[in-house]
């Protein structure tokens, strides 16, 4: 039996329980790993709440999709993983089918990949998720190349940070948009070019004025909401406005007429672009471990839970006072 994070009802971060589950043996292209750290990602509390993209199919729910630990098992089909290796899950699954909120757990072996030697569990369950994520949208979708200025609104969460990295990587300008003044100083730490505290200033108006009155080549938004339309006015002719997140949970309106019908490109973005097409996620892979490698990338971790603190765990992630990932560890 395994310890298994289970929801009977969708709401509020109490309604998780830990539960001892039977976790089953992998089928065919399927791998059973011994979790050793967990990922903790908004999309989590959105499927728990009932608010996700997709809904909660049957209870008990489950939840989770980034994790890192060993490969204990592996069934029939799967080739280039065996008992004993260092493994990290990406995404890669929907949380109905499969989940990583456990002590031991079942995931398909396209969701696995290995941990880079010298990556402890901890940080192989931080730096996937933000970096996919980050990469997918403007280096392999967007096309960041240097010299281009780059928005990030939630510029402080684990893939805003990650944004900020691969800007930088590039060779791009990454300017961090934050509500309150008070993460400014360490979003200017982590390389972010400028910083924008949306609280005290026009951010539209100061992206203009950084860019020269050109604009941003991307904006990288998490937020989504009625805050678009400001957003879209900080565009470049001919630029991306990326949607990853709906944080305001408000209706979010296309702008493009209310502007006068810029050359705008608006468009949502999901990390299952990237990680369900396999060379997007080849390529992927071999872009940020390759950032681990130079140490231009690297995981920023917040701060940790055991797993059996799961619904604390939830509740400061909501509380949006962290600055980087949480991570849950599971204690063997």
């Known amino acids: 039996m395994a310890r298994t994070v289970l929801f009977h009802e969708v709401g509020g971060p109490e309604v998780m329980r830990l539960e ?24 989590e509390a959105l499927f728990r709440g009932g608010h996700y993209i997709e809904p ?38 929907s949380q109905n089918d499969y989940a990583v909120y456990a002590e031991r757990a079942v995931v398909p072996a396209s969701a696995l990949v290995p941990r880079p030697d010298g990556l402890d569990a901890v940080s192989g369950a931080a730096v996937w998720m933000p970096y996919l994520t980050a990469y997918g949208a403007l280096v392999e979708v967007g096309g960041m190349r240097p010299g ?34 008070g993460k400014k100083e360490r979003l200017l730490k982590e390389g972010a070019a400028h910083v924008i505290v949306s609280d005290e200033e026009d951010v539209a108006a100061r992206v203009l004025e950084l ?18 339309t400001d957003l879209a006015r900080a565009v470049a002719p001919g630029g991306t406005l990326f949607l990853y997140g709906a944080l305001s949970g408000q ?25 369900r097409d396999p060379r997007r996620l080849e390529r992927a892979v071999a872009f940020v471990a ?19 603190e ?23």
């Open 20 to 43: 001892d589950v039977e976790p089953g043996e992998p089928g065919p292209g399927e791998v059973l790993i011994r979790v050793d750290a967990i990922g903790v990602n908004r999309a």
């Open 56 to 93: 909660v199919r049957r209870f008990p729910g489950r939840l989770g999709a980034e994790a890192a630990g060993v490969v204990e098992a592996v069934g029939p089909g799967v080739t280039g993983l065996e008992a004993g290796q260092a493994v990290s899950s990406v995404p890669a699954f």
């Open 148 to 181: 281009d200025a780059v928005v990030l609104t939630a510029a402080s969460s684990g893939v805003g940070l990650a944004a900020i990295h691969t800007a930088n990587r590039v060779g791009a300008t990454p300017i961090a948009v934050t509500r309150t003044g």
């Open 211 to 228: 860019t020269g009155g050109r604009g941003a080549e991307y904006v990288f938004d998490a937020v989504a909401g009625p805050g678009v």
């Open 251 to 275: 209706p979010t309106p296309y702008p493009g007429f209310d502007l006068g019908m810029p050359a705008l490109n608006m468009r949502t973005y999901t990390v299952l672009e990237t990680i």
């Open 290 to 308: 390759s950032g681990l490698r130079s140490g231009a990338f690297r995981p920023v971790v917040d701060r940790t839970f055991p797993l059996e």
């Open 310 to 332: 799961v619904v604390e765990a939830h509740r400061y992630m909501e509380s949006g006072s962290q600055i980087g990932k949480i991570v849950l560890t599971v204690d063997h």
